[in-house]
């Protein structure tokens, strides 16, 4: 355990060195362009670098028009070597939001929402004080409240350098309102609607309980209707119990080296994260997900332009272009949308053209997988540049993989990196 006054440090040098580990550049080449689509040989050979610098196991699905890839690396449980498969279900995380996002611009839609209104007048007296009136609904899905994240209180044994609290509360059950709570009674980053923004998981349970109050039903059940099976999602759903659905891998956290050998989390109550994070998926149902809200299918083209106004928002130490629910992301062959996450244990990503031609989801079962250095640095992870690479080479082809610019680069799943306490 380190002294509470190098504690601020040692988190801005983590955040700093995750910012430096991937490879993913902003826009700079067409070559891209040119490249064949779906070079079936070099995904794989991609994916399959991620394994060898350490991940335990990936799922990949890559789209380009018509034609899908499909690709698994690695194993998806240590102790029975069972291998990874790509049609396996997983918990996605953060990426839950924009699900959550398109639900409340249909309400926004049907009128029943108005995104700059205060979220005090749908659920008076949750937020207390001025702050109520002050914070919209857009701020909530835009990370621009300031309401602080509820994480590290709701596992307080992270914020001394311990992970016991994992362990404790794997089969806890909170209700939404306790974790807005633990939230509003942190220090707010800022002022409401200043930006740049501040990245919290808070804003996401109080978009679900906009939900409940606007809908009059479960927020789980209404998104499921109205969103899920809008979009054709097979395999996505809201887990009823701990236990992932469907086939799947294990779930394995590190937690920067503090659980040494990783632990199996796969079994958990999701109830933490509620509808800021509780989806589970396949990365071939996440890739038509984004193709349908970006060709107009789940929303109208008003409510789609909300969504990609975007502003700066600090997450993981960097700051993402994030709009309402889904950010941009700059690589060499153009501007993608979407979105990642991560919970213990899993993590994925997906992000797609504009026009939903060309996707990509992707998953892995090992987390907080980086170690801090004698020196409170967070070491290079070569995990973290095979993931970029993979990523970047699935979307822009061989041309963009070897693009140069000056501008700063983008991490794979910038919004799960998190300060660390040794």
Sequence with gaps: MISP??????????????LTTATLMAPGTAAAAQEPALDRQALQQSLDAAHKAGMYGMLSTVREGNQTWQGATGVADVTTR?????????????????FASVAVLQQVARGTVELDAPIGRYLPGLVPGGRGEKITVRMLLNHTSHIADYIAPAFPSLLEGRTSSLDEHRFRKI??????????????????????????NTNYVLIGLLLEKVTGENAERHITRNVIRKAGLRHTSYPRTPRIPGAHSKAYESWYGLIDPPRDYSVYDMSYVRTAGDVVSTMDDLNRFYRELLRGRLIGAEQLAEMQKTVPVNAGGGYLPYGLGLYAADLPCGRFWGHDGAVFGMGAQSL??????????????LMKYQKIGDDGQLEPSEIDTAMANHLIFALCGKGGATAKSEKKPFVPLPTSRMAVKR
């Design 5 to 18: 006054r190098m504690r601020h440090t040692r988190r801005q040098a983590a955040a700093a060195a995750l």
């Design 82 to 98: 069972r291998p990874m498969n790509p049609r396996m279900t997983h918990r996605v995380g953060s990426i839950s939001k924009t």
């Design 175 to 200: 209700k939404p309102a306790e974790l807005v709570k633990m939230g509003l009674e942190g220090t707010p980053t800022g002022e409401p609607g200043a930006t740049p923004g501040s990245y919290s």
């Design 352 to 365: 797609s053209s504009p026009d939903g031609n060309r996707q990509i989801s992707f998953g892995m079962n």
